[in-house]
């Protein structure tokens, strides 16, 4: 009979290693353990063996059985995996990739309206400049043209933190930090974005910050034309390729000469209630970079000349959408908010 059980394990074994599918193996299950199956049938003979050979057979054919339970086990499984990649293949399945991420929120109106400006500036040659929000009133004011009891610290109303420090009131003094590190070296483009701190009442046009993009471009031969150049370039990119532009000088202690920069309305000029009638819309204040700002920053104002802006996010925001109240901006009404979906410009 010892012949016989491992002549029907090899047998079995082949069997359920050639089995293409999960049916052969119920088949073959069936067939070699089920109640008529053949091993089981050895198993029952058993009895008809003399007591001394009994043990040993017995145990070769529980053995027998075990391995061709085990073999089924396996062929089972990886018959399940072979299904399984050929299911991913026809559906055109990569398991092993990434999953993509859920997005939680969108970028609010602001982000996406001063990433705009900022990719404008990027295409031009400009890069990005950050300074610190708190400031020392020497950057802040000193060298950019402003000492000490000048009127214009009045009209920006600031935060002392001490006497020597202070919550910024505009981003310009970054444009004195970066040209003291790159002095002398030509050209200077940057751009300074940022949160900036004014003592001003809530209403609907002003908030005690609010923020702001500063432009700075420093090099031989720099003329006020390339100024409007730059201004209206922003303005079409930003607005519509119809919009035009007009300075009205100005005075702003650290460009000479300055000028507030209007655009033009899209009523064009017919009047309305976003222009207040004029058909001009007030947009950032603009200037060629003051001499002395220029030696503060460690370049020679005979050798080399710039310009500078400033532009409030908040207030071309409001311009491009239609914004009446600055203060919509910072309430996180979601009714709001949802309107600008995912660009918000």
């Known amino acids: 009979m ?14 359920v290693a050639a089995a293409v599918d999960i049916g052969q193996l119920d088949h073959l ?12 049938v050895i198993l029952r003979g058993l009895a008809d063996v003399p007591a001394a050979e009994r043990p040993s057979l017995g145990a070769m054919a529980n053995q027998a059985r075990a391995e061709i339970e085990s073999a089924l086990v396996r062929r089972r499984q990886e018959l399940a995996m072979e ?68 009127p214009a610290r009045e009209t920006q109303d600031t935060f002392y933190l001490t006497d020597e420090l ?19 070296r030509l050209p200077v483009r940057v751009i300074s974005p940022g949160r900036v701190y004014r003592r001003d009442s809530v209403d609907a046009s002003h908030l005690p910050f609010f923020h702001q ?19 209206e370039h922003f303005a079409r990119s ?17 460009t000479e000469p300055s000028a507030e920069v209007d655009v033009s309305c899209m009523c064009e000029g017919r009047g309305c209630s976003a222009c207040g009638g004029k058909g001009w819309i007030e947009l950032l ?42 203060r919509l901006f910072g309430q996180n009404d979601v009714r709001f908010l949802d309107q600008f979906g995912e660009g918000g410009c």
């Open 213 to 231: 993009v500063e432009v700075l471009a420093v090099d031989r031969g720099i003329t006020f034309a390339d100024l409007k150049g730059t201004l």
């Open 285 to 326: 204040g603009a200037g060629m970079v003051h001499p002395r700002v220029l030696e503060a920053g460690g370049y020679d104002p005979e050798e080399v000349s710039g310009y500078a802006l400033g532009l409030g996010v908040e207030r071309a925001a409001m311009l491009y959408h239609g914004i009446n109240d600055i």
């Open 2 to 15: 010892q012949p016989d059980i491992d002549r029907l394990r090899e047998e079995a074994l082949a069997a």
């Open 166 to 184: 202070l919550l910024r009131t505009h981003t310009s003094p970054t444009q004195i930090r970066v040209m003291q590190m790159l002095a002398p």
């Open 29 to 40: 299950q069936v067939a070699y353990l089920g109640r008529k199956g053949r091993l089981t």
């Open 83 to 150: 299904s399984d990649r050929r299911r991913q293949a026809a559906e055109g399945i990569d398991v092993t990739l990434p999953g993509v991420p859920r997005r939680v929120g969108r970028r609010h109106v602001l982000s996406a309206v001063r990433r705009e400006i900022e990719e404008f500036f990027l295409h031009l040659g400009f890069s990005i400049a950050e300074g610190p929000e708190v400031e020392l009133d020497h950057y802040n004011f000193e060298l950019l043209n402003i000492p000490r009891g000048h």
């Open 238 to 254: 930003f607005f519509s390729q119809g919009t035009r532009v007009r300075l009205r000088p100005s005075y702003f202690p650290f």
